[in-house]
């Protein structure tokens, strides 16, 4: 089912992420870390879908998107960074197998960490978020997404890591065997993993050799 529905605000994030929030159809929810597809209701964009995670929560009066502009090509994250309030976007039914399971390890790279935003806010409102930690990938700390957010929620458990700049204050290297034997004490715990296809391949194997339960590791399939 399609609902039509308009900007309210558009907000920026970094240099290439904003979040969008727009109009909640009626009767209409999800569970953090779900999704819905998106497309911009302008001539010749309505059917040119991209799957987007909710970075609002359910109980809001408002839908809320936090998205990573992609300049390089002519695509619908590059669309919509030219859209203004007022504008509509399409969205879709939703759908998605990220859900919080119990407290672990959320790792990240850039933009994968949209689907953890909601989850970890509404764990916030309950007051659950202890013992869980974000690992964050970024190339520079400009890329950083909602990093005083982040920072304000988890304190010590948001550990972030650059691959691209050597900076103060940020670790250095990709989230590998080496960093996750330095920074996780339990490997019995759960771990959420999105990213790029290959990061989540090699975590994957990673976690597993390293004692983690294949049912413990939640990513989308």
Known sequence: MEH?????????????????KVEKPDDYSFSPGQATELSVNKPGWENNKHPFTFTSLSSDPFLEFTIKSYFDHDGVTNKLSTLNEGDELIIRDVWGAIEYKGPGCFIAGGAGVTPFIAILRQLRKENELADNKLFFSNKTSDDIILKEEFKEMLGDNFITTLTRSKEYGYHFG????????KNVKDFNKHFYICGPPPMIEALNIILKKSGASPESVVFEK
């Open 4 to 20: 039509k529905v308009r900007i309210i605000e558009i907000k920026n994030i970094t240099h290439n992420v904003n979040s969008y």
């Open 174 to 181: 990709k989230i590998d065997e080496e960093f996750l034997k």
